[in-house]
């Protein structure tokens, strides 16, 4: 017996009411709609309880068993089906809490049940098709699809979602999350970068770069530095700034340091490429160019003199030109009494 065929519905029938009508006020009016959760205070409209299915999940699996292409039942195994957790769409509308009322009066469902199919029909006294379908497929606009999503999950991390980078550009949730699956790709480090390269090509030839942050190897994820979901930057930053990124695990660099290198303190990208660079450590550029772009060789003291005493001229002049590291090796900042010159 399969776990799926026993979910009946326990909820008194005057509780049901209230809050199949919460929901359906709440739900499909795009991303500013709802409450926080299932069976919050929100005012309660007149919505009728045939709209959804009596029997909830029971109804759907129906026909979309174990033996239909699409592996729905999959569900079963996360958290969203944690009956014991009233928050759940399982503890409440269950399949209904997010493809909308569905199947549910006794007409439509006669008729889907001798069709074998409710797709493309439409509900007596409705101009759509009942269910909504996410992603690519679906026909409805990404508003109102990332609006049944939200009616559960506009707290935590989605505080930031409106007028976010994805928000905005109107990329659904489901294009990043998939639901009917025991292990959603996007929220696991090794799986993630994936998801993303769909839609982020240029980036996924970064980091396939000889130097470069390793999310290949799911030592991080993309979301260890960007808040997916919305953030403070423009470029979905974790941190308020791009240095306060770097330095939740770069914590070295943050200083503070006796001797500062300006550029180190103002911003990392001044010298390095975030994801990935073909020169080493993910540099923009190799020393010694890397430095002249701020700093003349003209008057150093390790410039090659002629035999006159005056500069070589020689573009590369430098004694070691290469490697201003060599003798300038804490670029980044020193706390050494005698680092002045960022030697030591
Ligand atoms: C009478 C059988 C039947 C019942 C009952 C049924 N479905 Fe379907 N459903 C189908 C068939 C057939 C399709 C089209 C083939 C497919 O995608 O599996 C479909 C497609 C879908 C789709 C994709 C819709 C689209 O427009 O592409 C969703 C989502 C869906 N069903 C959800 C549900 C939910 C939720 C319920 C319960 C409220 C439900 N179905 C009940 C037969 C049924
Ligand atoms: C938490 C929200 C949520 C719940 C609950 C949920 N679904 Fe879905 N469903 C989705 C999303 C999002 C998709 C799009 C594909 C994906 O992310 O896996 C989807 C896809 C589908 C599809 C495939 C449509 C297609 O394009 O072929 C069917 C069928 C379906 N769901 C049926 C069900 C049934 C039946 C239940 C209850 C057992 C259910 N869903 C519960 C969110 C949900
Ligand atoms: C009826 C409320 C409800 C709806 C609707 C709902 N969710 Fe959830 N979702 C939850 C709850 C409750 C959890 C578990 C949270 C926890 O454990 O802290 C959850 C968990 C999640 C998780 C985390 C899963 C994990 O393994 O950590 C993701 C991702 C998620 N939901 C995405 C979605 C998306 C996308 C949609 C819309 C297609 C959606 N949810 C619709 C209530 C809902
Ligand atoms: C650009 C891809 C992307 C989009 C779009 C996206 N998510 Fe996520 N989501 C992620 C990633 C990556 C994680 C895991 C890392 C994290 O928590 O930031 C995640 C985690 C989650 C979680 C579980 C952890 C938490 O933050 O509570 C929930 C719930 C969730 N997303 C819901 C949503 C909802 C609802 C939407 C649509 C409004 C959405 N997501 C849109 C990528 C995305
Ligand atoms: C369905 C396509 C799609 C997917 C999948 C997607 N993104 Fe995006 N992303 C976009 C679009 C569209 C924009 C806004 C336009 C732009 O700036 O490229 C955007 C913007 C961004 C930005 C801000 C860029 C800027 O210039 O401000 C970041 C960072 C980002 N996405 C990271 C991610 C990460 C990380 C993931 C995976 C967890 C992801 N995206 C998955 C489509 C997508
Ligand atoms: C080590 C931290 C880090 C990781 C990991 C990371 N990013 Fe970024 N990303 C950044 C920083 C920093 C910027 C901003 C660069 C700037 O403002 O010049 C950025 C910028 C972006 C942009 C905007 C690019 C543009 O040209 O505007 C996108 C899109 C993006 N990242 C996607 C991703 C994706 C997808 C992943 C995972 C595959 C990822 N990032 C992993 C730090 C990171
Ligand atoms: C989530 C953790 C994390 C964040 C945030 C992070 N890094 Fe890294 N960084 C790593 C890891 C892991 C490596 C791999 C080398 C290692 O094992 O130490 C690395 C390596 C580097 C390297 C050396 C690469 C090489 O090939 O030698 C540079 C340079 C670097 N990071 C710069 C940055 C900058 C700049 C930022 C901010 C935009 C940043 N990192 C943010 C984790 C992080
Ligand atoms: C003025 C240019 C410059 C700036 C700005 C800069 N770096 Fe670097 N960074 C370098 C150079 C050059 C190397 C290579 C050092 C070497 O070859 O020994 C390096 C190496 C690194 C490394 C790998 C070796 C190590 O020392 O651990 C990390 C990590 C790193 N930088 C992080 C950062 C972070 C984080 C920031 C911003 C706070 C930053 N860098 C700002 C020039 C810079
Ligand atoms: C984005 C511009 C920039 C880049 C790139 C840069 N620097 Fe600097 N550097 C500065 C500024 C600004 C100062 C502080 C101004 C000053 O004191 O002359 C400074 C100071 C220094 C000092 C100490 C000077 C003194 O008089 O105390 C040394 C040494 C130095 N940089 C070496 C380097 C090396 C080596 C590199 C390449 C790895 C480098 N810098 C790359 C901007 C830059
Ligand atoms: C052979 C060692 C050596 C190399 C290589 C070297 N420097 Fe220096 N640099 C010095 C010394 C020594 C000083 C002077 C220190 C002092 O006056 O206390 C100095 C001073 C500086 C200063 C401070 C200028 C001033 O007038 O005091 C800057 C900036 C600087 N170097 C940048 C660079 C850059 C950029 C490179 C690579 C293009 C480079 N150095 C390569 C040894 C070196």
Same mark, same amino acid.
């Given at each position: 017996m399969r776990k799926t065929r026993s979910l009946p519905f326990v909820l008194p029938?005057?509780?049901w009411?209230?809050?199949?009508?919460?929901?359906?006020?709440?739900?499909?009016?795009?991303?500013?709609?709802?409450?926080?959760?299932?069976?919050?205070?929100?005012? #309660?409209?007149?919505?009728?309880? /045939?709209?959804y299915s009596k029997k909830g999940a029971d109804t759907c699996i129906k026909c979309h068993d174990e033996d239909s292409?699409?592996?729905v039942l999959d569900i079963f195994k996360t958290k969203h089906a944690m009956k014991a957790d009233s928050?759940t769409p399982f503890a409440g509308l269950q399949c209904e809490a997010?493809?909308? #009322?569905?199947?549910?009066?006794?007409?439509?469902?006669?008729?889907?049940?001798?069709?074998?199919?409710?797709?493309?029909?439409?509900? @007596?006294?409705?101009?759509?098709?009942?269910?909504?379908?996410?992603?690519?497929?679906?026909?409805? #606009?990404?508003?109102?699809?990332?609006?049944?999503? /939200?009616?559960?999950?506009?707290?935590?991390?989605?505080?930031?979602?409106?007028?976010?980078?994805?928000?905005?550009?109107?990329?659904?949730?489901?294009?990043?999350?998939? *639901?009917h699956?025991?292990?959603? @790709?996007?929220?696991?480090?090794?799986?993630?970068?994936?998801?993303?390269?769909?839609?982020?090509?240029?980036?996924?030839?970064?980091?396939?770069?000889?130097?470069?942050?390793?999310?290949?190897?799911?030592?991080?994820?993309?979301?260890?530095?960007?808040?997916?979901?919305?953030?403070?930057?423009?470029? /979905?930053?974790?941190?308020?700034?791009?240095?306060?990124?770097?330095?939740?695990?770069?914590?070295?660099?943050?200083? @503070?340091?006796?001797?500062?290198?300006?550029?180190?303190?103002?911003?990392?990208?001044?010298?390095?490429?975030?994801?990935?660079? *073909?020169?080493?450590?993910?540099?923009?550029?190799?020393?010694?160019?890397?430095?002249?772009?701020?700093?003349?060789?003209?008057?150093? #003291?390790?410039?090659?003199?002629?035999?006159?005493?005056? @500069?070589?001229?020689?573009?590369?002049?430098?004694? /070691?030109?290469?490697?201003?590291?060599?003798?300038?090796?804490?670029?980044?900042?020193?706390?050494?009494?005698?680092?002045?010159?960022?030697?030591?």
């Open positions: 029938p005057l509780l009411c209230l809050l199949t009508a919460v929901i359906a006020h709440a739900a499909p009016t795009g991303e500013s709609a709802g409450a926080d959760k299932a069976g919050s205070d929100a005012a #309660p409209a007149a919505v009728s309880a /045939l709209e292409e699409y592996p928050r997010c493809h909308g #009322p569905g199947v549910g009066g006794a007409l439509f469902m006669e008729q889907a049940l001798r069709n074998g199919s409710h797709v493309g029909k439409v509900r @007596p006294g409705e101009k759509r098709p009942p269910i909504i379908n996410f992603g690519p497929k679906s026909d409805e #606009p990404v508003s109102v699809q990332n609006g049944m999503c /939200l009616q559960c999950h506009q707290g935590n991390h989605r505080i930031e979602w409106q007028g976010s980078a994805h928000q905005a550009n109107d990329v659904s949730c489901a294009s990043c999350h998939t *639901i699956t025991a292990h959603d @790709p996007v929220i696991d480090r090794v799986t993630q970068p994936d998801v993303c390269y769909k839609c982020h090509l240029k980036e996924r030839a970064d980091f396939f770069k000889p130097s470069n942050h390793p999310v290949r190897f799911g030592q991080l994820g993309c979301s260890d530095c960007h808040a997916v979901h919305g953030g403070g930057t423009s470029t /979905l930053l974790l941190r308020p700034t791009l240095n306060e990124t770097c330095y939740t695990c770069h914590a070295d660099k943050r200083g @503070p340091f006796l001797w500062e290198h300006p550029p180190a303190s103002e911003d990392c990208t001044l010298c390095h490429t975030p994801h990935g660079s *073909i020169h080493p450590a993910l540099l923009t550029k190799l020393p010694p160019l890397l430095c002249q772009q701020c700093h003349s060789q003209l008057g150093h #003291p390790s410039v090659a003199r002629t035999t006159q005493g005056l @500069p070589s001229g020689n573009p590369s002049g430098f004694l /070691l030109a290469g490697s201003c590291t060599n003798c300038h090796s804490q670029v980044h900042g020193s706390n050494h009494p005698s680092g002045v010159k960022l030697m030591r």
